[in-house]
Structure formats: C-alpha cells, structure tokens
C-alpha cells in the first residue's frame, strides 16, 4: 500500500491557506483598480530578492573555458 505524504487534515489547511492567499490578492487588486486602497495602506516590501548565485560545477567550467577561447588562449 502506498502511504500519503501529507496527512488529510494537513493537505485541507495547506488549501485553505492558499486559497485564502489568493482571496486576499484579488481583494486588494479590486480595491486598487477602484482606488480605495492609496499607498498609504500598502506594505512596503520587507524583503528583497536574492540575487542569482554564481555558477558551480560543470556550468562554471564550461563558463571559465569560454573566457579561455573568447581570450584566443
């Protein structure tokens, strides 16, 4: 018999959530396509994106062995 990863009960909450995520986004798109919702209420952003990590591995040998050829080594 082949066990679920994830219980009932955790699968319901985690759609819930999400669904209520998605709710929550509509209704403030709503209230700012009608312009209820001035900048003043919006948060502002507490995070910023992490920037892209540098090549490993095969993908940074094959990076480095293109500078070589692109140097006419």
Known sequence: MIWPWRSPAELARR????EARFVEIARVAYERARGELGPQKLKPRDWEPDPP??????AAARA???RLRAEGT
């Open 15 to 18: 759609v819930a959530r999400r």
């Open 53 to 58: 990590a540098p090549p490993t591995g095969k």
């Open 64 to 66: 480095r062995a293109g």
